[in-house]
């Protein structure tokens, strides 16, 4: 299994710029989330989603879309990239059953927004 | 809502030291903890994880963490350190099923000199 793949790794933008981090399991997971990590605040939920068609909000949301069509895929939309939105982003998926949810994340998207 | 506090920003130890690293979390119901490690480059890991019974939950590396409810804390500890320990380790709950996501505390970075 591949786990939890991004795409792209790096990724430079000028404000105003929308683009797309994609984010794939092949683990069969039903729950994803987008995090994005800044220095010194940990990392902060975005996105998530518990199965297809169904997502939700976390903590920071604004100036991101989510939609999740299939169960393997969870892409993230920058509408209109902003300075404020450079950040290192990870993709985590986790299994609905069991007594407890492991997150398991893939290797992240560094995007820096000029 | 839930949170957690990590309560060092930045520890350096010498190798062969004892680390205790600690984390406090506020929510007043049933809360699954765990410990994540980023070594320099590389994505999160998991390290440990606690959702219920023996309070004390060892993991990969020889690390362990502590369960101690009244306090709501979940502090990780390692006997004896080695230099590959330094990377930045994160505390994180979720609640319930887990399908929002992870709520994490800001990191610490641990810096072991040899």
């Known amino acids: 299994n591949a786990g939890v793949t991004q795409t792209p790794k790096f990724q430079v933008l000028k404000t105003g710029q929308s683009m797309t981090l994609q984010c794939a399991q092949d683990m069969n997971h039903e729950y994803m989330s987008w995090y994005r990590q800044d220095p010194g605040m940990g990392l902060r939920l975005i996105h998530y989603s518990v199965g297809a068609g169904i997502t939700d909000q976390g903590e920071v949301p604004n100036g991101y879309n989510v939609s999740r069509s299939t169960t393997e895929d969870f892409p993230l939309r920058l509408l209109s990239a902003a300075p404020s939105q450079t950040s290192v982003y990870f993709c985590a998926s986790s299994y609905k059953g069991g007594p407890v949810n492991e997150q398991f994340f893939g290797p992240g998207t560094r995007l820096t927004v000029l | 809502a839930q949170s957690v506090s990590q309560h060092n920003h930045h520890v350096i130890l010498s190798e062969a030291a004892s680390l205790e690293l600690g984390c406090n979390y506020s929510?007043?119901?049933?809360?699954?903890l765990f410990w994540y490690v980023q070594y320099p480059g590389q994505h999160l890991q998991l390290l440990l994880k606690y959702f219920s019974g023996d309070p004390l939950v060892k993991g990969i590396k020889g690390f362990e963490a502590e369960f101690i409810k009244s306090k709501f804390s979940f502090n990780l500890r390692k006997p004896s350190v080695q230099w590959s320990d330094t990377a930045e380790y994160f505390c994180?709950?979720?609640?319930?099923?887990?399908?929002?996501?992870?709520?994490f505390g800001k990191g610490t970075h641990l810096i072991i000199q040899p």
């Open positions: 994180a709950v979720n609640s319930g099923g887990g399908a929002d996501g992870l709520t």
């Open positions: 929510y007043g119901g049933t809360v699954n």
